[in-house]
């Protein structure tokens, strides 16, 4: 089956600085990786995602590139603000021909942005 | 949308005794997830259903867990009986997977937090 690899398992950053968080997967096979973030005592909510037809993708001051041979993909957080610290999971499936996407979670990486 | 609906949201209760989780899916969603989380094994899948057939139980970690959806809007997790290694917080999710790509995002619930003492 699919394992995701996911680094680090802490990042601190100051405000305004840059956050990147990285997933490596195994099976070439999959082909959807979205990005959750998960605040304390809430459920995890999707942030962005990318398809393997895409290399990189932005949402104002999140993006995510993806790099299929290396399998591995990672998220950018500029201008961090506190608000923005979490614990964000990276996932990856493969959606076959019944339209099946059971996401495997990499361990999740607790982002604490400091004022 | 209500979204995900779980219930309880918490659940406390003594060894052995026998726990049911509920969960209704986003309306229209063909797709349902049960995930559990820890800290010490982070989130793991355990079930997930197809238009109410499960598809794939592989993750469930032992017979005392079980699950059912009887229709397209409601499902259980159940565990009978129950130990304290089994609190956690488990998660229902749901997708819609046959409609355009962008579709297929996978919307958790609010999650029960059950405590086994």
């Known amino acids: 089956g699919e394992n995701v690899e996911q680094h680090p398992s802490t990042l601190s950053v100051q405000e305004g600085d840059s956050a990147v968080i990285k997933c490596t997967y195994s099976?070439?096979?999959?082909?959807?990786f979205p990005w959750y973030k998960q605040e304390l005592g809430k459920r995890p909510q999707l942030i962005i995602d990318?398809?393997?037809?895409?290399g990189e993708k932005k949402d104002q001051r999140i993006a995510v590139t993806l790099n299929k041979t290396a399998k591995h993909f990672s998220l950018h957080i500029t201008e961090t603000q506190p608000e923005d610290s979490a614990v964000y999971f990276c996932?990856?499936?493969?959606?076959?021909?019944?339209?099946?996407?059971?996401?495997?979670f990499g361990t999740g990486t607790r982002l604490t942005v400091i004022p | 949308d209500a979204g995900v609906i779980q219930s309880p949201r918490h659940e406390v209760t003594e060894m052995g005794q026998e726990v049911t989780l509920r969960c209704k899916p986003i309306?229209?969603?063909?797709?349902l997830f049960w995930y559990r989380q820890t800290m010490m094994r982070g989130l793991e899948l355990l079930i997930y259903?197809?238009?109410?057939?499960?598809?794939?139980d592989s993750g469930m970690p032992e017979d005392r867990f079980s699950a059912k959806m009887p229709n397209a809007s409601f499902s259980t997790l159940k565990i009978q009986p129950s130990e304290p290694r089994d609190s956690a917080v488990y998660f229902c999710?749901?997708?819609?997977?046959?409609?355009?790509?962008?579709?297929?995002?996978?919307?958790f619930g609010p999650g029960t937090r059950l405590t086994v003492l």
């Open positions: 999710a749901s997708s819609f997977a046959f409609g355009l790509p962008s579709t297929d995002t996978q919307y």
């Open positions: 099976d070439s096979a999959s082909n959807y």
């Open positions: 990318i398809r393997s037809n895409v």
């Open positions: 996932a990856a499936s493969k959606r076959g021909w019944t339209g099946a996407n059971n996401l495997f």
């Open positions: 309306s229209g969603h063909d797709y």
């Open positions: 259903f197809n238009n109410n057939v499960p598809i794939d």
